[in-house]
DNA sequence: CTAGACATGTAACGCGTTACATGATTAT
DNA sequence: ATAATCATGTAACGCGTTACATGTCTAG
């Protein structure tokens, strides 16, 4: 299995809700709160490009009337199977240090292509994780705000904030996953 | 003036604290919260050897005791001019939406390389702009979230959060500014 | 005496950025 | 007519990742 690019399996996750084209693809990161990814063609075009070279989508020309080429994706069983993969892989605390931005990616699209327990197990091991890496910045913090100077100090406050706000956000999705169970929709 | 990369501006805000060797700044980056920065070799040096051949910092071989080599690095007067230009800077709603991550490191070194007016200043801003936009992610978040998965919901749910508690950080942060100027203190 | 920390580099590779290029269709 | 939107691409460039290479010094 070759290596796919975070914006690869950003592209994957959307083509998994319906078809599209690359110009799809890009209003998205443009228009949406997705648009932390870059919607530049010379980044879009050459990750479909690479996915449909590495067999995860396939491509056909649509030719709607006339002569205005549209080529749209669509993921392949390969493709399914290597984005249910990454997002439901063991959660490291490298992943919670230097990777946050990739775990959401990866559990925004966790319900369509995972299903809810993977969800589920996903909030569990995120909230481990994080309640293991909070008390440490923390700790950090504590031992270096003396000899810091004011901005510095801060700057690290803003992070453990993050962390934290990370932690509570789990608990209260996990809670929500939770009572969705219970009340048997779903 | 030549292009300096987000690493670039990491290493030479570590060296305007004190004159370090590549491998100080690897030992920061891999044992300290700054560690979103790759502390691999390949990465730090050639950033080095650009920030020096820019004129940004010069180098210095020290042989402590005999033959241990070891380059220590501080900025030039150039380096100290581009650098408090890049913190300096007006903050644009872009840079809040795309580049949270640089105007973090912008704000952490500030008290020691502009001062504590341009601090002040810069958390201002990025309140203006965070007060912009938290509400546009809210506002969108609304919108949609009745035709959206739980977990594609709860993701951007995640993102809204964050912004908002990065907001009130930087209210807090500016009131501890306040507190301390009126206080007579720094 | 040897494992681990100290210390600095290089080379291949992948991929995102920026800029350029081209052309069809729709709205003003 | 002509600007904006639809639509897809390519090429040069910069830089971070990964892996390799080399040698010193200190602690057990």
Redesign the pocket.
């Known amino acids: 299995m ?7 399996y950003a592209v994957l996750g959307l083509l998994h809700q319906e078809p599209r ?4 693809v ?2 998205i990161f443009a228009n949406t709160p997705m648009g932390t ?2 919607d ?11 996915l449909e070279k590495d067999g995860f989508v396939r ?1 056909k020309l ?1 030719s ?9 994706y669509r993921p392949t069983p390969s493709g399914r199977r290597v984005f249910r993969a990454w997002q439901t892989k063991s959660i490291s605390s490298e992943d919670v240090i230097h990777r946050m931005d990739e775990l959401l990616l990866r559990f925004s699209f966790m319900d369509q292509t995972a299903g809810q327990a993977a969800a589920v197990r996903f909030l569990r091991d995120l909230t481990r994780e994080l309640r293991r890496y909070t008390p440490a910045l923390r700790k950090y913090l504590k031992a270096n705000a003396r000899q810091m100077p004011l901005s510095g100090m801060l700057a690290l406050e803003s992070g453990a904030r993050s962390y934290e706000e990370l932690l509570r956000w789990s608990k209260s999705s996990l809670s929500k996953y939770m009572r969705r169970k219970k009340g048997g929709r779903g």
């Open positions: 070759r290596h796919v690019s975070l914006l690869g084209s690359g110009y799809d890009r209003r990814f870059s530049s063609p010379g980044a879009i075009y050459p990750a479909l490009q690479r491509s649509q709607v009337s006339d002569l205005r080429r549209r080529r749209v």
